[in-house]
């Protein structure tokens, strides 16, 4: 269902999915392509079958793209979203965010922004081979830097198409592994893919999560490359993916419904 409500700064729309049987959590899901392409639609089978896999109703938001609207424009959007979401759902229904690569990139830094505000706590973050450390390049950036569809010439393309100063680089809610502090946020996946020049970032935003007392699981598919998730129709890997995340939010949600009881 294609549904639409107010964003940071004008209407947005957004998709909803509703698994069968009963629903038992809401996740923000965030979709990748660099902060500047992709939308509703090439997104549309992952959210699908992560619907079906976590038995929570996944909104998909349509936020603003860059180099239109740069950052903070889409982190605006989605956070405005997420104030839609815990305005409008039960207060004992548990919340969730979920995104791929730049929706990852959004989803790791709308937890930090809502433990900042002292907000409605989130029960889980699903972040797919995101991209979270701005200027500091881990040595998967060399590794992969050619020859894997995402290139790290590409990543500075998208930078620059998406933010308006070279100092944005160091800003937290650009860059989330430069948090001073990842303390008490929520329960985290991470999932990478082996040759990906983001593979390094999800491993030491994991690292750095279990270093603040965050729990947290890092799945690494060894054979894929950035972007896997959106050839779930050929790639088993992918269907993978999305199923163990899908649990992993299932689970999130059924400890979140036993601490209420």
Known sequence: MTSGFRGAEGPRTARLYRPRGKVRGVVLFLHGGGFVHCDL??????????????????????????????????????????????RTVPADMPVAVAGDSAGGNLSAALTQWVHSQGMRALSAQLLYYPALSGPFAPPSRETYAEGYMLSTELLYWYCSQTLSSPEQLFDPAFSPLLAESLKDLPPAMIVTAGFDPLRGEGELYARRLDEAGVSVRLKNFPRMIHGFLNGYALFRDGRRALREGGLFLREAFAQKEGEAR
Request: glycine share 6%.
């Open 41 to 86: 639609v090439s997104h549309h089978g992952i959210c699908c079958r992560l619907a079906a896999a976590s038995g929570a109703v996944v909104v998909s938001l349509d936020y603003r793209l860059a180099p239109e609207h740069r950052f903070p424009a889409g982190l605006k959007d989605a956070k405005s979203a997420l104030d839609w979401i815990f």
